[in-house]
Protein backbone atom coordinates (compact mmCIF):
# COMPACT_ATOMS: atom_id res chain seq x y z
CA UNK A 1 0.00 0.00 0.00
CA UNK A 2 2.93 2.50 0.74
CA UNK A 3 4.61 1.90 -2.67
CA UNK A 4 1.55 2.94 -4.35
CA UNK A 5 1.28 5.95 -1.95
CA UNK A 6 4.75 6.69 -3.01
CA UNK A 7 4.57 5.61 -6.93
CA UNK A 8 1.60 7.72 -6.97
CA UNK A 9 2.53 10.79 -5.49
CA UNK A 10 5.68 10.56 -7.37
CA UNK A 11 3.95 10.83 -10.58
CA UNK A 12 1.61 13.39 -9.43
CA UNK A 13 5.09 15.61 -8.65
CA UNK A 14 6.37 14.85 -12.30
CA UNK A 15 3.33 16.10 -13.77
CA UNK A 16 3.60 19.11 -11.29
CA UNK A 17 5.94 21.08 -13.95
CA UNK A 18 6.82 24.55 -14.16
CA UNK A 19 6.12 26.24 -17.52
CA UNK A 20 9.50 26.58 -18.48
CA UNK A 21 9.88 22.90 -18.57
CA UNK A 22 11.46 22.40 -21.70
CA UNK A 23 14.17 25.20 -20.38
CA UNK A 24 15.23 28.83 -21.35
CA UNK A 25 17.37 30.81 -24.01
CA UNK A 26 19.23 32.85 -21.87
CA UNK A 27 22.86 34.29 -22.62
CA UNK A 28 23.89 37.40 -20.93
CA UNK A 29 25.06 40.05 -23.61
CA UNK A 30 26.67 42.52 -20.78
CA UNK A 31 24.61 45.58 -21.72
CA UNK A 32 24.70 46.58 -18.03
CA UNK A 33 20.61 47.15 -18.69
CA UNK A 34 20.73 45.18 -15.07
CA UNK A 35 23.18 47.07 -13.69
CA UNK A 36 21.82 50.89 -14.45
CA UNK A 37 19.05 53.15 -13.51
CA UNK A 38 16.94 51.72 -10.97
CA UNK A 39 17.48 51.84 -7.65
CA UNK A 40 18.25 48.46 -5.58
CA UNK A 41 20.48 46.45 -3.98
CA UNK A 42 22.79 43.95 -5.07
CA UNK A 43 23.53 41.93 -1.56
CA UNK A 44 27.65 40.29 -1.37
CA UNK A 45 28.12 38.19 1.15
CA UNK A 46 31.62 37.72 3.34
CA UNK A 47 33.15 35.19 0.91
CA UNK A 48 32.02 37.11 -2.38
CA UNK A 49 33.82 40.17 -0.51
CA UNK A 50 36.80 38.30 -0.42
CA UNK A 51 36.62 37.25 -4.12
CA UNK A 52 35.89 40.62 -5.13
CA UNK A 53 38.60 42.40 -3.23
CA UNK A 54 41.20 40.11 -4.24
CA UNK A 55 39.83 40.49 -8.33
CA UNK A 56 40.53 44.13 -7.19
CA UNK A 57 43.61 44.11 -5.50
CA UNK A 58 42.63 45.66 -2.40
CA UNK A 59 41.83 44.85 1.06
CA UNK A 60 38.40 43.88 2.27
CA UNK A 61 38.66 46.83 4.66
CA UNK A 62 39.27 49.17 1.73
CA UNK A 63 36.63 47.34 -0.39
CA UNK A 64 34.28 47.83 2.38
CA UNK A 65 34.96 51.31 2.66
CA UNK A 66 34.52 52.47 -1.19
CA UNK A 67 32.02 50.14 -2.40
CA UNK A 68 29.53 48.58 0.42
CA UNK A 69 26.86 49.99 2.42
CA UNK A 70 25.70 48.25 5.02
CA UNK A 71 21.37 47.33 5.73
CA UNK A 72 20.69 45.73 8.24
CA UNK A 73 23.47 43.46 8.92
CA UNK A 74 24.04 42.69 5.53
CA UNK A 75 26.31 44.34 2.84
CA UNK A 76 25.07 45.68 -0.30
CA UNK A 77 27.30 47.18 -3.43
CA UNK A 78 26.90 51.12 -3.45
CA UNK A 79 24.99 52.60 -6.65
CA UNK A 80 25.12 56.10 -7.57
CA UNK A 81 22.50 58.66 -7.33
CA UNK A 82 21.24 57.86 -11.16
CA UNK A 83 20.77 54.08 -9.36
CA UNK A 84 23.67 52.66 -11.45
CA UNK A 85 26.03 49.74 -9.76
CA UNK A 86 28.79 51.53 -8.30
CA UNK A 87 30.71 48.34 -9.92
CA UNK A 88 28.89 49.23 -13.71
CA UNK A 89 31.71 51.65 -15.71
CA UNK A 90 30.94 50.63 -19.55
CA UNK A 91 30.75 47.04 -18.45
CA UNK A 92 30.98 45.29 -15.33
CA UNK A 93 34.53 46.01 -13.58
CA UNK A 94 33.87 42.79 -11.78
CA UNK A 95 31.79 40.59 -14.00
CA UNK A 96 34.17 37.24 -13.66
CA UNK A 97 33.82 37.64 -9.45
CA UNK A 98 30.11 38.92 -9.74
CA UNK A 99 27.85 38.39 -6.71
CA UNK A 100 25.21 35.37 -6.51
CA UNK A 101 22.46 37.71 -7.41
CA UNK A 102 24.15 39.08 -10.59
CA UNK A 103 25.35 35.57 -11.86
CA UNK A 104 21.86 33.91 -11.44
CA UNK A 105 19.92 36.72 -13.34
CA UNK A 106 17.50 36.22 -15.19
CA UNK A 107 16.53 33.28 -12.79
CA UNK A 108 15.01 34.57 -10.15
CA UNK A 109 11.75 33.74 -8.71
CA UNK A 110 10.13 37.09 -9.43
CA UNK A 111 10.96 36.84 -13.44
CA UNK A 112 9.80 32.35 -13.18
CA UNK A 113 6.47 33.36 -11.72
CA UNK A 114 5.02 33.05 -15.12
CA UNK A 115 5.60 33.32 -19.00
CA UNK A 116 3.75 36.51 -19.03
CA UNK A 117 7.18 38.15 -16.13
CA UNK A 118 9.59 36.02 -18.83
CA UNK A 119 7.92 37.61 -21.62
CA UNK A 120 7.93 41.33 -20.15
CA UNK A 121 11.64 40.75 -18.62
CA UNK A 122 12.43 40.07 -22.58
CA UNK A 123 11.04 44.05 -23.72
CA UNK A 124 14.33 44.88 -20.97
CA UNK A 125 16.80 42.11 -21.40
CA UNK A 126 18.23 41.93 -24.59
CA UNK A 127 19.76 38.43 -23.31
CA UNK A 128 16.81 36.40 -23.15
CA UNK A 129 15.90 34.15 -25.73
CA UNK A 130 19.53 34.21 -27.28
CA UNK A 131 22.14 32.15 -26.62
CA UNK A 132 22.24 28.64 -24.50
CA UNK A 133 19.51 26.55 -23.34
CA UNK A 134 19.39 26.40 -20.17
CA UNK A 135 17.51 22.94 -18.62
CA UNK A 136 15.27 22.75 -16.01
CA UNK A 137 17.83 21.76 -13.29
CA UNK A 138 20.34 25.07 -14.86
CA UNK A 139 17.61 26.67 -13.75
CA UNK A 140 16.11 25.38 -10.40
CA UNK A 141 20.08 25.55 -9.42
CA UNK A 142 20.23 30.01 -9.97
CA UNK A 143 17.39 29.87 -8.01
CA UNK A 144 18.60 28.26 -5.41
CA UNK A 145 21.84 30.18 -5.89
CA UNK A 146 19.66 33.48 -5.89
CA UNK A 147 17.97 32.43 -2.91
CA UNK A 148 21.15 32.50 -0.83
CA UNK A 149 21.22 28.92 0.22
CA UNK A 150 24.96 28.61 -0.70
CA UNK A 151 26.01 32.06 0.65
Not at 17 to 24: I, N, S
Not at 59 to 75: G, P
Not at 117 to 129: D, F, N, Q
Request: with cysteine.
Amino acid sequence: MNSFKTNKNKDIQEDIQPWYKEGLRFECQRCGRCCRGEPGVVWVNKREIGKISAFLGITQNAFAKNYLRSINDRFSLLEYGNGDCIMYDNGCKIYDVRPCQCRSFPFWTSNLENRSEWEKLRKTCPGIGKGKLHTIKDIEDNVIIYEGRFG
